[in-house]
């Protein structure tokens, strides 16, 4: 018996390519999905990590969420702008927000609950105290819908660096996904833990060790806000600059 090879034709060559066309598709289908859902997870896009990033480097403020407000000024008009939107915000949570210190840093609001206040003694879960402030804060958000936030969680210096770290990263967490269930979009939060790393208190008596544990919410300007101010401006203003002290001046 001989075995009989068939011929190559056209139709074969069609059937393969309409399979490789669909195996292309679909891996396209998946990496959209993949994006969007990084996305609606809130992780760090390269817009808004070129932000938040900057409170790694920033040495003058040594403190991530400070770091972050800084690296999201916009200066000029609009900066003139969201300046005034935070001084408003900034007396509305302090009003609303019992349990928390808040202070205006450049064109942001930092915002700082120490841990006894929303967490049990090295816990991560919220006390019904907590939960509360964290809902007063929610409402803030809800009428500043062009804002962004970092939430960081600080341990003490009891315990090893690898705990301290797995620790402020859960307790900043449990605020994130707490003001997600208050209604907060997803996308603006972001969270990062920086163990005992960032002290406000270098030295603490044997009775007060806690005091550096805290988390800190830095408020900012999103990209998006920031970029569409900007427009406004340079439309309303073609073929002007701003100078240093921040008036406007024709472009050369």
């Known amino acids: 018996m001989h075995n009989t090879v068939r011929p190559w034709n056209a139709r074969h060559?069609?059937?393969?390519?309409?399979?490789?066309?669909?195996?292309?598709?679909?891996?396209?289908?998946?990496?959209?999905?993949?994006?969007?859902?990084?996305e609606e997870?809130?992780?760090?896009?390269?817009?808004s990590l070129a932000d938040v990033s900057a409170?790694?480097?920033?040495?003058?403020?040594?403190?991530?969420?400070?770091?972050?407000?800084?690296?999201?000024?916009?200066g000029g008009v609009p900066g003139s702008i969201i300046g005034h939107q935070m001084d408003q915000q900034a007396k509305e949570i302090k009003q609303r927000v019992a349990g928390a210190t808040v202070e205006r840093v450049g064109e942001?609001?930092?915002?700082?609950?120490a841990s006894e206040r929303l967490y049990n003694v090295d816990a991560d879960r919220l006390r019904p105290a907590g939960e509360q402030d964290?809902?007063?804060?929610?409402?803030?958000?809800?009428?500043?819908?062009?804002?962004?936030?970092?939430?960081v969680g600080h341990t003490d210096s009891a315990g090893s660096d690898f705990s301290s770290q797995a620790l402020s990263e859960r307790c900043a967490r449990s605020v994130s996904d707490f003001l997600v269930m208050q209604g907060v979009f997803v996308g603006r939060l972001h969270s990062a833990g920086r163990g005992r790393t960032e002290?406000?208190?270098?030295?603490?008596?044997d009775g007060g060790h806690h005091a550096n544990q805290r988390v800190e919410v830095a408020i900012f300007?999103?990209?998006?806000?920031?970029?569409?101010?900007?427009?406004q401006w340079h439309t309303r203003y073609p073929g002007h600059a701003l100078d240093a002290g921040g008036s406007r001046v024709r472009a050369r």
């Open 13 to 38: 060559s069609y059937v393969v390519l309409a399979f490789i066309l669909i195996i292309i598709a679909l891996l396209l289908a998946g990496c959209g999905s993949f994006n969007r859902a990084q």
């Open 41 to 47: 997870k809130g992780s760090l896009t390269a817009e």
């Open 55 to 74: 409170a790694v480097v920033d040495a003058d403020s040594g403190s991530t969420a400070r770091g972050a407000i800084i690296g999201a000024t916009a």
């Open 108 to 113: 942001g609001i930092e915002v700082t609950f």
């Open 134 to 151: 964290l809902r007063d804060l929610a409402t803030t958000f809800d009428r500043y819908r062009d804002t962004d936030l970092l939430i």
């Open 199 to 205: 002290p406000i208190y270098a030295r603490v008596t």
């Open 221 to 231: 300007a999103s990209p998006s806000y920031r970029n569409e101010l900007a427009r």
